[in-house]
């Protein structure tokens, strides 16, 4: 098997386990938003913090389906460049995700690891989508 036709399926599960842990934290946000707040808090400020995590989730799950709408078109699947920046992040998300999750990181962090881990691979997605219909580029 090469090494390229061996990136599809790693790629694949690393997106589809980064999606399941994304999801997760939609059901169990409610730990990270308290370890957010002090000890003593408002429910106009845990609804704030709420807020916040959940507009990052959602933004996440926008930038999921850019980056499975290229992959399942073919603009990116067997692109080793896109497929290696794809699964190094979304690995890397996963497992800070998992952190996130069982040890209950406050929400800010959730930023650090949505920039490098989501934005930065999808936005190569959108380039790769530009290259290959607005600038007829064969997809490599």
Not at 36 to 49: A, C, R
Not at 120 to 135: N, S
Request: with cysteine; proline share 3%; net charge neutral.
């Amino acid at each position: 098997m090469s090494v390229i036709s061996s990136l599809v399926p790693a790629r694949f599960l690393t997106l589809i386990a980064h999606l399941v842990i994304v999801i997760t934290i939609f059901w169990s946000r409610e730990n990270n938003v308290r370890a957010s707040l002090p000890l003593q808090f408002t429910e106009e400020e845990y609804n704030e913090v709420d807020t916040r995590l959940v507009i990052a989730l959602s933004v996440t799950l926008g930038l999921f389906f850019i980056e499975l709408a290229g992959f399942f078109s073919g603009v990116s699947m067997f692109n080793s460049s896109q497929g290696l920046l794809s699964l190094a992040g979304h690995c890397s998300a996963s497992i800070c995700l998992s952190f996130f999750v069982f040890q209950k990181w406050e929400c800010w962090t959730y930023w650090f690891i949505f920039a490098f881990c989501s934005v930065i691979p999808a936005l190569v997605e959108l380039i790769l989508f530009i290259a290959v219909f607005g600038l007829k580029k064969k997809p490599l």
